[in-house]
Nanobody, 124 residues
Framework: VQLQASGGGLVQAGGSLRLSCAAS????????MGWFRQVPGKEREFVSA????????YYADSVKGRFTISRDNAKNTVYLQMNTLKPEDTAVYYC??????????????????WGQGTLVTVSS
């Protein structure tokens, strides 16, 4: 499985971006999907996750109410809509696929595949 994240860029505080993560393969609809982010010099942290069906979503407290995760299984793509962005949201954002459980998770160890990351920069 290959994951290709895109949609990052430079945005002013208060603005919005939508990240996309396109997956190869025919079994995407069985995968739980997650978004994580990392600032240089810091550990990668959980942002959001979604179950294989899209029926359940999870968010870090820091993004709850501002970010929305969704998926389109027909397009093999998961999205992260980011609104009301803050400078502290600046990071490289990674998508990841949970093949074994299909549930999505806050735990990085549960993910089998990772995308290459896309940089989000929020200016103040």
């Amino acid at each position: 499985v290959q994951l290709q994240a895109s949609g990052g860029g430079l945005v002013q505080a208060g603005g919005s971006l939508r990240l996309s993560c396109a997956a190869s393969g025919r079994t995407f609809s069985r995968y739980g999907m997650g978004w994580f982010r990392q600032v240089p010099g810091k550990e990668r942290e959980f942002v959001s996750a979604i179950t294989w069906s899209g029926g359940t979503t999870y968010y870090a407290d820091s993004v709850k109410g501002r970010f929305t995760i969704s998926r389109d299984n027909a397009k093999n793509t998961v999205y992260l809509q980011m609104n009301t962005l803050k400078p502290e949201d600046t990071a490289v954002y990674y998508c990841a696929a949970d093949r074994k459980y299909g549930l999505g998770s806050l735990a990085q160890w549960q993910y089998d595949y990772w995308g290459q990351g896309t940089l989000v920069t929020v200016s103040s």
